[in-house]
């Protein structure tokens, strides 16, 4: 059993987010905490001018909402969305707030994901805690 768990969560049509959560909730030892975490990607500056104003603020107060409900009847559960680049921040957050298992739900694999590699794989190569994938 894992004591600090953290699920990545994006909200995509092929994650399955509540499903993580069960896998999560399922392996916490008892006392063990949870952590959803949430990570939106930077914009580059010329393409967030023709957004319209105040978008990613509503964007993040939903993506917020999103996972205040992923955790609401869950014990010993927190939230967090943080800004930046979604592998590199999650393996970051793991490492620096002393996760000892990632639970990630990850799609079917593409020919462009063997290229370029996905999220999920890229925190399998390089977590240095237990990593399970969700497909």
């Known amino acids: 059993m894992y004591k600090n768990i953290l699920v990545p969560v994006s909200f995509e049509a092929d994650r399955n987010a509540q499903g993580a959560m069960e896998i999560a909730k399922t392996l916490r030892a008892d006392g063990g905490a949870i952590t959803c975490l949430h990570v939106i990607e930077q914009l580059p500056q010329y393409a967030t001018q023709y957004l319209p104003a105040g978008h990613l603020e509503k964007a993040k107060a939903e993506v917020v909402e999103n996972l205040k409900s992923l955790v609401a009847d869950v014990d010993n559960a927190t939230a967090h969305v943080v800004d930046g680049h ?50």
């Open 86 to 135: 979604a592998s590199r921040t999650i393996l970051k957050y793991a490492e620096n707030n002393g996760v000892d298992l990632i639970i990630i739900a990850s799609h079917q694999p593409e020919m462009q994901d063997y290229l370029l590699g996905s999220t999920a794989a890229k925190v399998v190569r390089h977590a240095k805690c237990a990593v399970h994938v969700l497909r």
